[in-house]
């Protein structure tokens, strides 16, 4: 078997995508034979978490520890470098097939926690399905995480997902990244944040466009909050491009430019929408409280232009 199981397509008119049954990823959205996210190999694992889903909380847990409701609970630590745990729970796990059709595809997975074996240190357990579905006309994906607290205790949340963007066959480089940055988070050294986000200096603005090959970047932005909207666009030289937009839930991205793991010169350019900041569990900032039996929904896109 693959690294990330059986892979599932759904193609509608123009476009075309492919899922991964562990950890339900994105591995491929193509419109007109145009590549619009980075990709990889049946038999390879997704580099740099290429493609993966990130719940019940996106980036790092400081520590891999934090506490809910007066108890101190202890995460895997799965970046072992900084001794955090990052990306949540599902990305390994694979996940089930619950309604297939041309266009459409929905995963579902169940979360354990509290006492639980496998739970890591999870609070409560949980049920989360997400949902793939294309509009071949305008050549677009809208995809929609459903997490739902299966437990008898409250439990916090925070949704999130890793693209990386592409333009077809333009090198990185030559493309222009527009991010709708209104406030940044400072790090530390091992990228937690060191205190609340501040407003972005013109200097540290992409609103209006940076050239990839000038950016060095593995930031936090806060974007759009409260309000859905474009949270990034990377266009080609020639106008092409591709658009990454989410709801009202996606007020942050982390904008993320490492040299390309995918056999492509120069950079890849990864930008991540996600409901919260690293070390949410920590700090609060803008996770979801979910109570016993409830669901919160979470939506965003891709769009060739």
């Not at 309604?99 to 949980?126: C, F, K, M, R, S």
Request: a negative charge; one cysteine or more.
């Amino acid at each position: 078997m693959a690294p990330t199981g059986q892979h599932h397509e759904i193609r509608s008119g123009r476009a075309r995508a492919v899922v991964t049954e562990i950890g339900a990823g994105l591995r491929a959205f193509v419109v007109d034979g145009t590549d619009h996210v980075e990709t990889f190999a049946e038999d390879a694992h997704p580099p740099m978490g290429a493609g993966c889903v990130l719940l019940p909380w996106p980036n790092r847990t400081a520590g891999a520890r934090f506490t809910w409701r007066g108890r101190t609970h202890d995460l895997e630590v799965t970046e072992p470098a900084r001794g955090h745990a990052i990306h949540g729970l599902v990305r390994h796990r694979p996940w089930g097939v619950t309604a297939h059709d041309d266009a459409a595809i929905t995963l579902a997975v169940d979360v354990p926690g509290g006492a639980e074996e496998d739970a890591h240190g999870w609070p409560q357990p949980l049920h989360v399905e997400t949902t793939y579905g294309l509009d071949g006309d305008p050549g677009s994906l809208t995809v929609s995480h459903s997490v739902t607290n299966t437990g008898d205790g409250d439990v916090p949340a925070g949704v999130g997902t890793h693209p990386y963007l592409r333009v077809g066959d333009h090198p990185s480089d030559d493309c222009t990244l527009t991010v709708a940055t209104a406030t940044v988070l400072d790090v530390d050294d091992s990228l937690v944040p060191t205190g609340p986000a501040r407003e972005v200096s013109p200097a540290e603005s992409l609103r209006r466009g940076r050239p990839v090959a000038e950016l060095d970047l593995d930031t936090c932005f806060g974007v759009n909050a409260g309000v859905a909207g474009v949270l990034a666009e990377l266009r080609a030289p020639d106008g092409t491009g591709t658009r990454l937009w989410g709801d009202r839930n996606m007020a942050w991205v982390q904008a993320f430019t490492p040299d390309s793991p995918f056999g492509r010169p120069g950079k890849a350019v990864a930008v991540e929408p996600m409901t919260c900041p690293p070390d949410a569990l920590n700090s609060g900032t803008d996770l979801v409280v979910l109570q016993p039996g409830a669901t919160w929904t979470v939506r965003w896109g891709l769009e060739a232009l």
